[in-house]
């Protein structure tokens, strides 16, 4: 489907009729604001069924017609027609092409059409319907109101979904169905009241049937009689309206003939007012026609005065034409003299300027010469000028450079010389530092060689140190070890200790557990010569173990006191002692007891002597048998014969060991203190070791300082003097760059010099060429000034006989023109002289013509109101004839009006008559359902008199009666 | 009374039969118009994100229904981001981004369901240049589909269009329509002036 064409007429702005014609593709539409573009668009919406007004920018819908403007009137109706082709597919329809209109009136009528035909908007809706076209749907984007697509509600942008989605359709087919439904269902409950109100019904027709058919019978009774009565009832009305009709025709007999007669005299009138009628004419013409006659003669009177008059006027306007044509003639001699002159003055000043441009034009060659000549002088002057410049220029930069070179020069030789005056500096400096530098190495090497002999000393003493400390270790080892052998010793004289533990202390603790006091045990509190250990332990035997007590039945009885109580040897203190032998061998010698004891032991050992060898005791025995004699080692030689030899222990259980025991432990401490003395001194050794070490440390520390200082110094001075050998080997190359940069520059100099001397010789040649040049110059500007002026005159002289040529053929001309204007002038007068005479001549022969048809019609005037008096007279005695003739018929139309009168008061009686026979009718019909003919007045049963007819007719309103107090009867019931 | 009862009687069934016969209808009614809104709405949507990033050089946009609603009767959303922007409520969006997201959205409705005709009244009013360029490139995409009115003042629309009429106002407040046409392809009137 395609849009293919918009036409408007009188819609807004478009008051005239216009015509789009759609393209495919875009079409574009464009001008200034506020001429109306968007009137197209809401034109558009407009056909397509717009029905707000606000939106077509309006009050009311007839503001879209156009209102007028300056000029034109405004528009009473506005049209538009939108073409669509195409448009089988889309719409549905079989037109290839269909054309909407919408029309609007100023009274806010619309109209719609379709194709030409009148519709409805609805239908233009039903066609567009889905197809995206119409004045809600979205083809139509207006002005400013695209975003509000957006800004719609959720629910309104849906509209536009639905139309793309062409669900419109099936919208409104849902509605239509929705309203269907709504409809059958009130139906429905209508009809089930209906339902319910009938069933309701049945009930109570069943009760009425009964009453109905009792009803029916009095009906049918009743029916009976009242039929026979209305029979006789139509009968006598019959009987009256027979009668009413007779009467009646005569009546109509007469007004008929009263009708007839008034007719015929009334024709007689119509035609008497004719002839009066064409009378009257005929006399109004003849009067009319006096009057043209009269009115005839007076207008040609005044045209054939007027005429005269003209021709008159005539006659002067030649007559002052001519005199102009003289004058303009005189005029024109004179202007053709004037020409002549100034033509012949024209050539003469023409031949003058000639002459002037020639000489001019010579002139101007002689100029274009001068200046040539003097242009070739200046350019030559000018180059000449500028070889000197350039020459100049040169000797000058030439100099310059030189100039610059020496200056070069002289400050090379300047830093030249200080630098070697730095180099000599430097050189001293350097011997100097070489001096130092000698010096310094020197003390590095005696420092150097302290070095080695600190070193030694400090490893000496480290060694001193580290075998002090491992002898130490070893020496607190040993320590460690006799400590240990120490505790062993201890424990093991404690556990012998323990072991040989005799009777003897058994008992004391005994008794000293009782809290007894007063006795001791013997061994303890002997004090034996050393060495004799051995042999006075034999000697005493088991009393060695014994106890000495003060009152020794005491202590047995403590003994014996319980079971299981020790036993001990007891010794008093009261024992008595015995004599005792002179011995100097004598046991007792050699051993000494407590206080108290002096008597005891040489009692104990009585008959025992102790000898140091076995040979002294062999030699002894000899001497005295009776003793025992005991060695020191401990062999012995009883007195009763037996002898103990080998090597002896002591008597006591367990105490050698002790003893021995006790050596071990003696020497074990001893081995201790020596192993501790030994620690001491070597700890002391350490000690000094470290010390020693840490002073050759110091003096390794400090001869290592006072090396590194020197070699640092070393260093720094060597670094130096480096500095200065490659300063000054830098200087010396810097020298020698110099004295080579020194001889090039005195070489250019020298070069530039002789070359500025040679471009000031050019130069000064060159100044003498320019001052020729520059006089050759000043003649030719000379002669070009002289040649200038002589132009400058030649022109002036020219332009005076121009001007004077211009001015004679300024004058020329317009004695020219002025001379063509009088011709002119004289041939129009003659052309309008001729027009005037001819004029004149018609307008005299006009006026004769005029005064001959004056004089017939004031003739002719006379003639026709003679003729007038005749016709008025006969139009009076036709007046009178007609006035009888009316009386007549006024006569016979009375007649009629009564004959009428009397007819109506009939039929009014016979409607009447009519009318109760239709009563009677109507009410056998409405209440028996026969027709009144029907109903019979004779037959079996009926009355033949008057007064039986009265009594039939007092049953038959007893029975009516009857039936009305039965009240309201449903006769439907009984079927 | 009783032939009355039994007329009755019928014309209820067959009133019962016609209602059925009517929501029957409904039904169906809903049922099509349900299948079409959503394929429709469905195609628009996706046609939208993609002319939405066309027009904007990127970004993106969608629409979809509001929810809880039935898409029989439901509401519309549109969802638009412009490239480097936060998601944004299209009341939160610029004229200019306004105009190009709606033009986006009219043009994905017209993709996929094109209306013969089309009239714009200075739609691109409020598009700078480079967006009036990409709008008539894509305009001229449609062209095949349907016709386009534009009413406009802009140089680069016009250089578009096929047909170029003018209105001009004589006097005021009377029209006057002049028509240039325009010929691209044979080159030959490059344009004749029309009296309209």
């Known amino acids: ?975 | 009374m009783e032939g009355r009862l039994k007329f009755l009687e019928t014309e209820e069934k067959d009133l019962t039969g016609a209602k059925a016969q009517l929501e029957e209808a409904i039904r169906k009614i809903n049922q099509t118009t349900r299948l079409l809104f959503e394929e429709t709405f469905d195609k628009v949507r996706v046609s939208f994100g993609s002319l939405f990033g066309e027009l904007f050089g990127g970004g993106r946009a969608t629409v979809k229904m509001v929810e809880g609603e039935d898409s029989l009767e439901g509401g519309i959303d549109i969802e638009a981001q412009p490239p480097g922007k936060q998601p944004k409520n299209i009341s939160q969006l610029s004229g200019g981004e306004k105009a190009m997201t709606a033009l986006a959205l009219l043009l994905a409705i017209y993709s996929v369901k094109p209306s013969p005709f089309c009239v714009l009244d200075e739609m691109d009013a409020p598009l700078d240049e480079s967006n009036t360029v990409r709008f008539v490139q894509i305009i001229e995409r449609f062209v095949e589909k349907s016709q386009f009115l534009v009413i406009t003042h802009n140089k680069r629309t016009m250089t578009s269009a096929d047909l170029l009429y003018g209105v001009t106002a004589i006097d005021p407040g009377v029209s006057k329509m002049m028509s240039v046409k325009l010929t691209r392809d044979d080159e030959t009137p490059l344009f004749a002036q029309v009296e309209a």
């Open chain 1, 1 to 975: 489907m395609k849009l293919k064409r918009l036409e408007m007429e009188g819609f807004k702005s478009f008051c005239d009729r216009t015509v789009l014609d759609f393209h495919e593709g875009i079409t574009a539409i464009v001008g200034p604001n506020g001429t109306g573009k968007s009137n197209i668009l809401d034109s558009i919406r407009w056909v397509l069924g717009e029905q707000s007004a606000k939106a077509l920018r309006g009050q009311e819908m007839a503001d879209v017609i156009f209102h007028g403007a300056a000029g034109r009137k405004a528009s009473g109706m506005a049209e538009v027609s939108l073409i669509f082709s195409d448009c089988e597919t889309i719409l549905g329809t079989d037109y290839h092409e269909v054309q909407i209109t919408r029309r609007v009136f100023r009274d806010g009528v619309s109209e719609y059409a379709l194709n030409g035909t009148n519709c409805r908007l609805k239908d233009i809706h039903r066609l567009f319907l889905d197809t995206g076209i119409g004045r809600m749907a979205y083809s139509i984007m207006e002005q400013g109101k695209i975003d509000q697509i957006l800004s719609s509600r959720p629910e309104d942008r849906r509209a536009i979904f639905e139309e793309a989605a062409g669900v419109m359709r099936f919208k409104v087919q849902k509605r239509e169905a929705e309203r269907k439904l709504e409809g059958t269902e009130a139906n429905l409950l209508r009809l089930a009241d209906i339902l319910r109100e009938v069933r309701r019904q049945i009930g109570s027709l069943q009760r009425q049937a009964g009453k109905a058919r009792r009803h029916r019978e009095i009906f049918e009774k009743l029916k009976r009689l009242d039929l026979a009565l209305s029979a006789r009832e139509r009968d006598q009305l019959l009987l009256k309206i027979d009668d009413l009709s007779s009467h009646q025709a005569k009546t109509k007999a007469d007004l008929d003939r009263a009708h007839a007669a008034e007719m015929v005299c009334e024709q007689g009138v119509r035609a008497q007012r004719i002839k009066v009628e064409e009378t009257d004419r005929a006399w109004r013409d003849a009067e009319r026609e006096v009057v043209a006659a009269q009115a005839e003669e007076v207008r040609c009177g005044e045209r054939a005065s007027m005429q005269t008059q003209r021709a008159d006027e005539l006659g002067g306007t030649i007559e002052r034409a001519r005199g102009e044509i003289a004058l303009a003639e005189r005029q024109t001699s004179a202007q053709e003299d004037l020409i002549r002159s100034l033509t012949a003055e024209m050539e003469k000043v023409t031949v003058d300027f000639q002459q002037a441009e020639r000489v001019c034009l010579e002139a101007q060659e002689r100029v274009v010469v001068a200046r040539r000549n003097r242009e070739e002088a200046v350019g030559k002057m000018e180059s000449i000028r500028a070889r000197r410049e350039s020459a100049r220029r040169e000797a000058e930069g030439a100099r310059a450079r030189a100039n610059a070179e020496e200056v070069t020069t002289r400050q090379r030789s300047e830093a030249l010389d200080r630098i070697r005056e730095e180099v000599r500096e430097k050189e001293s400096e350097e011997q100097r530092e070489k001096a130092g530098l000698e010096e310094l190495a020197r003390r590095l090497q005696e420092t150097e060689s302290l070095l080695p002999e600190a070193r030694q000393r400090g490893q000496r003493a480290e060694e001193d140190l580290r075998r002090a400390e491992s002898e130490l270790a070893s020496a607190e080892k040993r320590l460690s070890e006799a400590e240990a052998e120490k505790t062993l010793a201890h424990s093991r004289e404690d556990a012998m200790r323990e072991r040989s533990a005799g009777e003897a202390e058994v008992c004391l603790r005994v008794w000293t557990e009782k809290g007894q006091t007063g006795a001791e045990a013997i061994w303890p509190a002997l004090k034996v010569r050393p060495g004799y250990e051995t042999a006075i332990a034999l000697a005493l035997g088991p009393v060695l173990d014994g106890v000495l007590v003060d009152d020794l039945e005491r202590m047995a009885e403590s003994l014996e006191a319980g079971e299981g109580g020790p036993s001990g040897i007891l010794i008093s203190r009261q024992t008595s002692g015995t004599p005792v032998a002179d011995w100097s061998e004598g046991a007792w010698n050699f051993v000494e007891g407590g206080a108290g004891w002096e008597l005891l032991l040489p009692h104990l050992l009585a008959g025992i002597c102790i000898v140091d060898t076995w040979e002294e005791a062999k030699g002894l025995s000899q001497i005295r048998p009776e003793a025992t004699i005991i060695c020191r080692d401990g062999r012995m030689i009883s007195s009763r014969g037996w002898q103990r030899r080998g090597r002896a222990r002591s008597t006591r259980p367990g105490l050698h060991e002790l003893e021995t025991a006790r050596i071990t432990t003696e020497r074990a401490e001893q081995s201790v203190r020596e192993a501790s003395a030994r620690v001491a001194q070597w700890r002391d050794q350490i000690q000094l070791a470290r010390v020693e070490l840490e002073s050759a440390r110091t003096q390794e520390q400090t001869v290592r300082q006072a090396f590194d200082e020197v070699r640092r110094e070393h260093d720094r001075r060597e670094a130096l003097s480096r500095g200065l050998s490659s300063d000054v080997a830098r200087r010396v190359a810097e020298m020698a760059r110099l004295e080579q940069e020194i001889a090039v520059h005195q070489k250019i100099a020298v070069e530039k010099n002789s070359e500025a001397e040679m471009h000031l010789a050019v130069e000064q040649n060159l100044e003498s060429e320019a001052r020729q040049a520059e006089e050759v110059r000043q003649t030719s500007e000379a002669e070009e000034t002289r040649c200038n002026d002589l132009l400058t005159e030649r022109r002036v002289d020219r332009s005076a006989q121009q001007q004077r040529r211009d001015l004679c053929a300024s004058q020329l001309n317009p004695a020219e023109t002025r001379r063509k204007e009088l011709g002119e002038l004289v041939l129009k007068r003659r052309d309008e002289i001729a027009a005037d005479t001819a004029r004149m001549e018609g307008a005299r022969m006009e006026a004769q013509a005029s005064a001959q048809a004056q004089a017939a019609a004031g003739k002719r005037a006379q003639e026709i109101e003679a003729s007038t008096s005749g016709l008025k007279q006969a139009r009076e005695t036709e007046g009178n004839l007609l006035t009888q003739k009316e009386e007549e018929v006024v006569r016979w139309r009375q007649d009629g009006e009564k004959a009428k009168d009397q007819l109506a008061a009939l039929a009014l009686k016979n409607s009447q008559l009519d009318h109760q026979r239709q009563m009677l009718a109507d009410r056998l019909q409405r209440e028996y359902a026969t027709p009144l003919m029907e109903a019979k007045a004779e037959g079996e049963g009926m009355p033949v008199s008057d007064e039986d007819w009265a009594k039939l007719e007092e049953e038959a309103k007893a029975l009516r009666e009857k039936m009305e107090e039965m009240g309201p009867v449903n006769t439907e019931a009984i079927s």
